[in-house]
């Protein structure tokens, strides 16, 4: 059973590019979740989906940023213009379904905004 | 509010010594879930333990033991004899059933040789 994928692992895009990031949960899990680690720090909340329906994003930044997680396919967490700012590890995770549950990350995607 | 709070920015040991991990962490809820995940220098996050909130039992897995206490809302976790490969950034973290994860800001752990 594959572990959680992200990809691309390592992202290098100039200010005012767009990112896109790409999530495939676990086999079975329906819930996909999103975080951000800037360096040196800890892990904070981003949106939290399940298939075709957001369920929380109140980690999300108001402007630029936006995720989905379509019926078919991985989830994506789009970054619109990029500063240097959105320079950080996005971590993916995702768990089965019903609550309570573990949640499992991925390897991450390293975004270098040059 | 949720919170998780991890003192310990920065630990150093040397190999086969013991050491704690402290995590100490707020919730209004009555139910909850508490987790320890280890970020090793390659960089992935790794899922160490879950513990209920109504599951105060302490547990122990190889050298890795956990210490929950309801009472003083802390979720200690002590490595035991500690080995090189122990050298990583440890979060704890707590979840209110289901919804998204609260991480404390991490303890990194350095065992020399």
């Known amino acids: 059973n594959a572990g959680v994928m992200q990809n691309p692992r390592h992202l290098v895009r100039r200010r005012g590019q767009e990112a896109r990031l790409r999530c495939s949960p676990m086999k079975g899990h329906s819930h996909v979740y999103w975080y951000r680690q800037l360096p040196e720090e800890g892990l904070k909340f981003m949106v939290y989906?399940?298939?075709?329906?957001?369920?929380?994003e109140s980690g999300m930044p108001k402007e630029r940023f936006s995720a989905e997680f379509p019926k078919e396919g991985p989830s994506i967490l789009r970054i619109q213009q990029v500063v240097r700012g959105d320079s950080a590890a996005y971590f993916c995770a995702s768990s089965p379904p019903g609550t309570s549950e573990t949640q499992y990350f991925g390897p991450g995607t390293r975004l270098l905004v040059l | 509010a949720q919170k998780v709070t991890q003192a310990q920015t920065e630990i150093s040991v040397v190999e086969k010594e013991d050491v704690t991990l402290d995590c100490v962490y707020e919730?209004?809820?009555?139910?909850?879930?508490l987790f320890w995940y280890k970020q090793p220098p390659s960089g992935e996050l790794v899922f160490l333990i879950r513990?209920?909130?109504?599951?105060?039992q302490n547990e122990i897995s190889g050298r890795y033991s956990w210490n929950f206490q309801k009472s003083t809302s802390s979720f200690n976790f002590t490595i035991t004899a500690s080995q090189v490969v122990d050298s990583a950034v440890y979060f704890c973290a707590l979840s209110n059933y289901g919804q998204n994860f609260v991480f404390g800001p991490g303890t990194r752990l350095s065992v020399l040789p």
């Open positions: 919730t209004r809820d009555t139910t909850y879930y």
């Open positions: 989906l399940q298939k075709e329906n957001i369920i929380d």
């Open positions: 513990r209920n909130s109504f599951d105060e």
